[in-house]
């Protein structure tokens, strides 16, 4: 029995993939903000006889100190981790600063990825052939950081955001993999392309309405989980990897930068002790 953890596991792809494994007969945790969607996915797993195996742990991602609370939680409950999948993700066309001072989507898209991908890397490298499935942006040519804006006070919007997410995102994985070369775990990101889901967020009208016909156009979830699950059930031989809608990615060129990618690293680290301090 594997035990998978998913952040953003109480609607579209992180939910499908939840219960997916909940009826393979696994161990699943679900991270998610909102309580009753959280009882609804457990009310599900009991539904298909998984009730026993099905954990829900309630906490705003966007917050560190709620991130780390639930690694805490996870920590005293489980020794190793077979997978971890990151879903969790709202858009949002205006611009929100958290109360510990970070940019919303900088906060929930990259930072708590980053938290939970690091602090959870001990467990993950307890289980025989684990893996992280990001399910982000990449192969996407589009998209800049502000090293010297990240929180985006300049000129905020929402896709601006969205997509310098997605080009942090792959530096994590670069990152990650550069810190543990050698090391059981796999680290796969992976662009579903377009699938239609919650697609959680807060959209102005104009958004709105192209969200409305980009979900028309989407593959339903079932499809679009699919390189998800294969990434879980047969991890890549390489420590890490980029797909996009099931086709593999070169990692070459800006996006997946070594140097940017350390020097990512560190910013990450010195802004998580100031969160902390
Ligand atoms: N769908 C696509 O077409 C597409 C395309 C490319 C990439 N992606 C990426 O794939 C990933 C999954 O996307 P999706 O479309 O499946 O997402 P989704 O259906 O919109 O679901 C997002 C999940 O994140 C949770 N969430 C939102 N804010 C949170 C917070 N502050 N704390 C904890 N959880 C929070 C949501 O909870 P609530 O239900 O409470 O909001 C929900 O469970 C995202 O990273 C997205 O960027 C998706």
Same mark, same amino acid.
């Given at each position: 029995?594997? !035990?998978? =953890? ?40 009991? &539904? ?6 099905? *954990? /829900?742990?309630?906490?705003?991602? #966007?917050?560190?100190?709620? !991130? ?13 981790? $077979? ?8 858009? +949002? ?10 940019? *919303? ?8 990825? %980053?938290?939970?991908? *690091? ?22 040519? %589009?998209?800049?950081? +502000?090293?010297? $804006? ?12 969205? @997509? ?11 990152? /990650?993999?550069?810190? &543990? ?13 377009? =699938?239609?889901?919650?697609? #959680? ?5 104009? @958004? ?35 797909? @996009? ?19 990512? *690293? ?12």
């Amino acid at each position: 029995m594997k !035990t998978i =953890v998913v952040s953003g596991g109480t609607d579209g792809i992180g939910k499908a993939v939840a219960l997916t494994y909940l009826g393979r007969g696994d161990e699943v945790v679900v991270l998610g903000r909102n309580a009753e969607k959280g009882a609804e996915v457990l009310a599900e797993a009991e &539904r298909i006889g998984a009730g026993n195996r099905a *954990h /829900f742990i309630a906490a705003d991602l #966007s917050l560190v100190s709620e !991130t780390r609370r639930a690694v805490g939680e996870i920590r005293d409950r489980f020794a190793g981790i $077979d997978g971890l999948v990151l879903c969790a993700q709202h858009f +949002r066309s205006s611009r929100l600063v958290t109360a510990e001072g970070f940019e *919303h989507t900088f906060a929930l898209y990259y930072l708590s990825r %980053f938290v939970l991908s *690091h602090e959870l890397a001990d467990l993950l490298a307890a289980a025989p052939a684990p893996v992280v499935v990001n399910v982000c942006g990449p192969g996407v040519d %589009f998209g800049e950081i +502000r090293w010297d $804006d990240l929180g985006r006070e300049r000129d905020y919007s929402g896709i601006d955001a969205l @997509m310098q997410g997605s080009r942090l995102n792959d530096l994590l994985g670069v990152g /990650f993999a550069q810190r &543990r070369p050698a090391g059981p775990v796999r680290y796969v990101l992976l662009n579903p392309g377009s =699938v239609r889901t919650g697609f #959680s967020g807060e959209y102005d009208p104009v @958004m709105a309405e192209q969200i409305e016909a980009a979900r028309r156009n989407a593959r339903p979830v079932e499809e679009g989980i699919v390189p998800v699950l294969a990434a879980l059930d047969a991890p890549p031989a390489e420590t890490l990897s980029a797909s @996009m809608t099931g086709a593999p990615l070169e990692l070459t060129g800006p996006a997946f930068d070594p140097e940017a990618a350390r020097r990512l *690293h560190e910013l990450t680290t010195a802004l998580l002790a100031d969160a902390a301090s």
